[in-house]
Each structure stands twice: as structure tokens, then as C-alpha cells.
């Protein structure tokens, strides 16, 4: 039984919350301030906290704060008005794991709560993933033998049984589909819909009409009623792919659908309630879109709430050989053709490329070899990698306009793609040390950290 800490100071409002969580089975504690919240905290555990913004004498975000620092992982849930939506925001930056604006309903409360738990005990699950990932996780379809994808993979595993948002991370090609597919067969909805919509794919005036459907007469040429995605997603998940390129105008009202799970047809008037799981995935960075203004703040703290970061193919190179098995065995079969594997200097060449287009890309390049392929094993020559036009070999050299040459990029690499190797490098030469790399590569501190942020390489305060 889960215990629960609510701080609010309206005593009507207190004994709601304490009477309807308790008949949830919740072990229920009140405060009326946060001093008193602080003491109760200090003195016996809690699973998860419920505190209001507004509170006499130390307000909600000094309290959040001061929570934090006494439980790093407890989960706090604020609550604000709908005029202080901003706190709320500056809350999520500071720590809390999810808010609520007033009025709600009590089976919102109780909803953000079961979530917020079930997050808290994933993580706690998470502490153990090291010594977990002694056994091997499998999924189907699903090739994975590399530690870094084996991480992927049991994070799936762990999050899968709950109800989180997951939002999914990582360059195009990486398998971010695939995940999200095998996230929802692993999950307590896997007989429910997976109903996935490529947020790009869809034209801005169309898309809200495809997600939240329309009614007869919505526009020129509605001639009848019609559901969108999430009303056919009920009792599954939706896979909401390349969330990053949402218009901001519909990024108001997914805030919505995830807040309260409910949401308007376009052109009606009655409010329609789901129970859908909501799965993202974007190959954006979207704290640079929360920069540039292209994202909403308050929607990507509701996404975030377990991020998964899919690796590119450069970065577990070792899954190639059984990737390439998997590929020929399943061409093969549809091609009626007996091709049993590859040769060794065929195999050694796809190790060699850089695979800008990760998993995808290889998975095209074995078909057309299995297709081209005359021998029961695929060959150098059935192999074509489509290399950038001016693409050379590392150290060849190619005219410039100028009449000299000119090295040019290792084949596959785009620009950045070579520019983040090179950063990589300068770091392994360092040793680590990120203020002797910088120097190396002739940059401030500040710039270097800005660029190792770029490919995930976290900020830990060291020089």
C-alpha cells in the first residue's frame, strides 16, 4: 500500500483529496503548510507527494525543493491554477515529476498518481539494470546483442507493464517504430489498437482533423461524421512519430488529450473521453526546440516522462553480423532464393561504412544484395552503398573549383556526423578531461560543452 503525503492549506479541499485517495487503498498523510509537510517527511517515508502552489509561509516551489533535497526520487505532483501555469512549468525545471490545474477531476488526480508511481518504481527497478542485463532480453522482429541496444531493450522491458508516457529518442532509421510497436505487444494493452501517425507525413491543415476526427458539415466536403486516431486508439496505445515537427497549434491541444484524456471532434461541441497510452518518438533535439520556440515547454515535460535514447547503428557496430543474418534469411525466404549468409570481405565492408542511415539503411542494402546476389552467398560485389556524390575515401583527395585538392569527408559521414567523431576523438585523447580537449580542438569550455550536449554526452561538472 502506497503512502501519501498531500500538502494543501484549504481544509475542504485536504479532506476531499485524504477521503477519495484513501478508498483508492492509499495510506493518506495531510499538511496544512509546508513546514509541517517537511517534518512529517523527515519522520516517516512516503511514496509520491500532492502539493499545492500557493501555501502559507514557505510557498509549494521552496517546499518542492526542499523535498528534493531530503528524497531525491520521491515523486511530487503540483497543483495550480490555470492563471499560474507558468509555476507549474518552472516546478517540472526544479524537479516535480507532474502537475495538475485546478479544477480537476478526482479521477485525474488519481490517474497522475498510479502514473507517477508506477515511474517511481521503474526507476527503482533501474537501479538493478546493470547486473540485469547478465541475461539476455529478446524481442521479436528485433535484433539486439550489443550492450547499448541490451540497455534499450530492458528499459522497454521495465516500462512496457505501466501506463508512462515514453518518449522515444534517436536519429532516423535507428528502429524508434519497432519499439514503440514491441513497448505496446509487452504491455497490459497488447489486445487493445497500436495506431501510429507520422506527425510529418500529414498535412498541417489535415492533422488535427486526423487525430481528433471531425463531425458532418466540419468543413467543405465532410459529408459524414468521422473518428480520428486517438478515439480509435481507446484501450491501446498511440505512436505519435516525429512529434518534434507538430505545428504549435496542435502541440495546445495534445497538451490537453495528455492532461485530461479527453478532447473535442473538429467541428463539435461534445467532449469525448479516451483511455490511450501515448508513445513519441522525434529525431529532433527538442531542448533546442524548447529554445528556439518551435516546442512547448509544458508539453515536453508531459512527453518526457521516460525517455528512452536509441543509439545510431555507428554506435554498436558489433549487431551488424547478426543484423545482416536476420536480413538475408528473411529476403531470402521472399525471394525464393537460397542465399545461406555472406562472404567474410563482404561482411568486413558493411563494418567499414558509417551507416548515416542506421538499421533502415542496412535493411535496404541486404535486400538489394539478396535480389542482385548469384552465388548461395552474398559477395563484394552485390553490395552497393549509395555514398554521397563527391563522397572519397578517408585521405583521397578530390579538385576544388580553386584548381587544388582538397581533402573531403569520410564516405557516409555528413559534415556533422564527422564533426561529432572528431569531438568524440579529442575526448578519448584527453583522457576525459573535457577542458584539455577543448584545447585541443581550439574551442572555449563553453563551446565544447555546448557540442557534447549535441550528441549526448552529459555535463557532470568536471573540468
Not at 261 to 280: C, N, P, Q, S, Y
Not at 365 to 384: F, L, P
Amino acid at each position: 500500500m502506497a503512502t501519501l503525503l498531500i500538502v494543501e492549506d484549504e481544509p475542504k479541499m485536504r479532506r476531499l483529496l485524504e477521503l477519495n485517495l484513501a478508498e483508492e487503498g492509499y495510506a493518506v498523510r495531510t499538511a496544512p503548510d509546508a513546514e509541517t509537510a517537511l517534518k512529517m517527511l523527515t519522520a516517516e517515508p512516503v511514496d509520491a507527494v500532492l502539493t499545492d502552489v500557493k501555501l502559507p509561509g514557505m510557498n509549494g516551489l521552496e517546499f518542492l525543493q526542499a523535498a528534493k533535497r531530503i528524497n531525491g526520487a520521491l515523486p511530487v505532483i503540483v497543483m495550480t491554477a490555470y492563471g499560474t501555469i507558468e509555476s507549474a512549468v518552472e516546478a517540472m525545471k526544479a524537479g516535480a515529476s507532474d502537475y495538475v490545474l485546478k479544477p480537476f477531476s478526482l479521477e485525474e488526480i488519481k490517474l497522475v498518481i498510479r502514473k507517477e508511481l508506477d515511474v517511481r518504481r521503474l526507476r527503482e527497478e533501474n537501479r538493478s539494470l546493470r547486473e540485469a542485463l547478465g541475461r539476455r532480453y529478446e524481442f521479436k522482429n528485433i535484433v539486439a546483442r550489443s550492450a547499448k541496444m541490451q540497455e534499450v531493450l530492458a528499459a522497454v522491458e521495465r516500462v512496457a507493464p505501466t501506463n508512462a508516457t515514453v518518449l522515444f529518442g534517436g536519429e532516423s532509421g535507428v528502429g524508434k517504430d519497432l519499439l514503440a510497436r514491441a513497448l505496446h505487444q509487452h504491455s497490459r494493452r497488447a489486445a487493445g489498437p497500436f495506431v501510429k501517425i507520422n506527425c510529418t507525413a500529414i498535412p498541417e491543415n489535415l492533422l488535427e482533423s486526423e487525430l481528433f476526427g471531425y463531425e458532418k458539415g466540419a468543413f467543405t466536403g465532410a459529408t459524414s461524421s468521422k473518428p480520428g486516431k486517438f478515439e480509435l486508439a481507446d484501450q491501446g496505445t498511440i505512436f505519435l512519430d516525429e512529434i518534434g515537427d507538430m505545428p504549435g497549434s496542435l502541440q495546445v491541444k495534445l497538451l490537453r488529450v495528455l492532461q485530461e484524456r479527453e478532447f473535442e471532434r473538429l467541428g463539435g461541441t461534445k467532449t469525448l473521453k479516451v483511455d490511450v497510452r501515448i508513445v513519441a518518438a522525434t529525431n529532433q533535439d527538442l531542448r533546442a526546440a524548447l529554445e528556439q520556440g518551435t516546442f512547448r515547454e509544458d508539453l515536453y515535460y508531459r512527453l518526457n516522462v521516460v525517455p528512452i535514447s536509441i543509439p545510431p547503428l555507428r554506435e554498436h557496430k558489433e549487431d551488424i553480423p547478426y543484423l545482416v543474418d536476420h536480413f538475408i534469411a528473411r529476403f531470402a525466404d521472399e525471394a525464393s532464393k537460397a542465399i545461406t549468409g555472406i562472404t567474410p570481405a563482404a561482411l568486413k565492408r558493411l563494418m567499414e561504412f558509417h551507416w548515416p542511415g542506421n538499421v533502415r539503411e542496412l535493411e535496404n542494402v541486404i535486400e538489394r544484395a539478396v535480389v542482385m546476389a548469384s552465388h548461395d552467398k552474398i559477395d563484394v560485389g552485390d553490395i552497393y552503398l549509395d555514398l554521397p556524390p563527391a563522397a572519397n575515401p578517408v585521405g583521397s583527395r578530390v579538385p576544388s573549383p580553386m584548381g587544388d585538392e582538397t581533402p573531403w569527408l569520410p564516405p557516409g559521414l555528413t559534415l556533422e556526423q564527422f564533426e561529432d567523431e572528431i569531438i568524440r576523438e579529442a575526448l578519448r585523447r584527453a583522457g576525459g578531461n573535457k577542458s584539455q580537449a577543448a584545447r585541443l580542438l581550439g574551442l572555449s569550455r563553453n563551446a565544447l560543452r555546448y557540442r557534447l550536449s549535441k550528441i549526448g554526452v552529459p555535463d557532470d561538472s568536471q573540468p
